[in-house]
T-cell receptor, first 114, second 116 residues
Framework: KNQVEQSPQSLIILEGKNCTLQCNYTVSPFSNLRWYKQDTGRGPVSLTI?????NTKSNGRYTATLDADTKQSSLHITASQLSDSASYIC?????????????FGAGTRLAVHP | ETGVTQTPRHLVMGMTNKKSLKCEQHLGHNAMYWYKQSAKKPLELMFVYSLEERVENNSVPSRFSPECPNSSHLFLHLHTLQPEDSALYLC???????????????FGPGTRLTVL
């Protein structure tokens, strides 16, 4: 069964600190992995997309890594800001040979405190 | 803003009401999607439209009825809903519905639906 599991479920950090969010997946055949940021009351916004051959991708203070062998990904946030408070969703796309098949994780809720 | 708008942003309805959610994308995309997001649960895909044709219906109850009159607009018609249907309903669009590595989906802000 295709699944995406994220940890931790929630996280509180102080402003300026770094943090790392984890994503494990059992999706086959794998196409790509995406990280989305979702602010409260808004839709998800894409941060990074990585294919099988990419093992790291950065977007400003956000750096995503992918280990296709262990089927794990992480999202590292550097020098956190209050505006980083949001849910971070890991999404894996299955290669279906047809239409997009996205499998969503339940998200990690991050709170950055001053 | 992502280029995908949704109205209304909030909706409260009784179980016997009929209402519609509207989604519009200004990105020139050919595919549009409806998702349901319940608290602490992953997004659930409901429907996929490609060039105004429904290509996926994810076992959604018939009390949810989608409509795609053109590639820029998507509606979700609601009737005789249940309290467990209360959730955030998200619309998204992408260049194509066909699986491709960088076929990014752009989401609207969602409609927060409460069924009493």
């Amino acid at each position: 069964k295709n699944q995406v599991e994220q940890s931790p479920q929630s996280l509180i950090i102080l402003e300026g600190k770094n943090c790392t969010l984890q994503c494990n997946y059992t999706v086959s055949p794998f196409s790509n992995l995406r990280w989305y940021k979702q602010d409260t009351g808004r839709g998800p916004v894409s941060l990074t997309i990585m294919t099988f051959s990419e093992n790291t991708k950065s977007n400003g203070r956000y750096t995503a890594t992918l280990d296709a062998d262990t089927k794990q990904s992480s999202l590292h946030i550097t020098a956190s800001q209050l505006s980083d408070s949001a849910s971070y969703i890991c999404v894996v796309s299955a290669r279906s040979g047809g239409y997009n098949k996205l499998i969503f994780g339940a998200g990690t809720r991050l709170a950055v405190h001053p | 803003e992502t280029g995908v708008t949704q109205t209304p942003r909030h909706l409260v309805m009784g179980m016997t009401n009929k209402k519609s959610l509207k989604c519009e994308q200004h990105l020139g995309h050919n595919a549009m999607y409806w998702y349901k997001q319940s608290a602490k649960k992953p997004l659930e895909l409901m429907f996929v439209y490609s060039l105004e044709e429904r290509v996926e219906n994810n076992s959604v109850p018939s009390r949810f009825s989608p409509e795609c009159p053109n590639s820029s607009h998507l509606f979700l018609h609601l009737h005789t809903l249940q309290p467990e249907d209360s959730a955030l309903y998200l619309c998204a669009s992408s260049q194509t519905a066909v699986e491709r590595s960088y076929n990014e989906q752009f989401f609207g802000p969602g409609t927060r639906l409460t069924v009493l």
